[in-house]
DNA sequence: TCCCTAGAGTTGACACGTCAACTCCTACTT
DNA sequence: AAGTAGGAGTTGACGTGTCAACTCTAGGGA
């Protein structure tokens, strides 16, 4: 504690008190989910993503890049919603082999319940409290955070829970 | 999309961009605490827990109350610790048998070394870039949505990361 | 043609986290 | 003293996430 690079407490209590309620806002929203719809934020994020995909169809390394996951992550989780019925990996076989990633009826049923009560539970629990001068400031330091840090951003995965 | 409730694209692009940015600033700091100092950011929640306690030393509950975490959360993490020599499990055995957790000699080393380097990437990452009126805005967002959501905060844990 | 490199995808080992079930001990009740 | 309720702690099953190593195949020289 005797460096100058110390924090002060009130610092300290900055980056306490923020991280604490982007905890538990987003357990919020996750529980909420996961509760009213029966599936978690990775699954959700996989969903949505292949229901935008032209054809709701996509291969693997471009749910990664889509998504900013690493493709072994993406294999894994594939494997688990498979197993749960949501997604097909489609193998084209003989022909065009290649091997596209699918929604099942199931997936797109879930999935599409899933984006309105998602986008509730965001208005409710992080929209509506926000003073515009919140919204404004978030915004702004947001995206100088992501040009500071973020390399290329992912771009197209709107509306899906990034993480 | 044809809900009421739907959500307009600018408000979809607030909550990614916000997710977005939280993401990259978390995976910064750990990913620098990680490289830096050699611990996860799990390890170091409980050993500046550990440092901060009357006697370096807590039992399982405390230690859990202190950072918020479930029980068992503890438990397996401990598990994980003590096999890397950072804490040890003192079992008082016959006369007072309060299983007490403490620290190490390597443990106290390494969370010596990693609150300094913490603080300055907390610094450089998080406080330096804050221009004061978002400041300002983030500690009003944070406190609302604690009290909205959290029933009961840990209160204690002062200087530690949170999750 | 044969090799061989580079991309796509999978797998295994491990760290992290939750939930539910379990053991063990203490303290209270009768 | 026997019984029991409850707190403290552990464990196992499983979902989530990273890293490194692996397979497979297409395409591109020599």
Chains 1, 2 share one sequence.
């Not at 899933?114 to 509730?120: R, T, Y």
Request: charged share 25%.
């Amino acid at each position: 504690m005797r460096n100058p690079d110390a924090l002060k407490p009130e610092e300290w209590d900055l980056w306490d008190t923020w991280m604490q309620a982007q905890r538990l806002l987003l357990q919020e929203i996750d529980r909420r989910l996961q509760s009213e719809i029966g599936i978690s934020k990775a699954e959700f994020s996989v969903l949505v993503t292949l229901l935008r995909a032209p054809g709701s169809e996509m291969r693997v390394v471009d749910l990664a890049a889509s998504l900013g996951w690493e493709k072994s992550r993406v294999s894994h989780q594939l494997t688990r919603m498979e197993g749960r019925g949501l997604v097909v990996r489609a193998e084209s076989g003989a022909s065009g082999r290649r091997t596209g990633i699918g929604l099942t009826p199931e997936g797109r049923r879930l999935v599409e319940r899933a984006v309105v009560a998602h986008g509730g539970n965001v208005r409710r629990h992080f929209l509506d409290p926000l003073a515009p001068e919140q919204a404004a400031a978030i915004r702004a330091w947001s995206e100088q955070t992501i040009n500071r840090l973020g390399q290329g951003g992912t771009g197209t995965t709107e509306g899906a829970a990034p993480e």
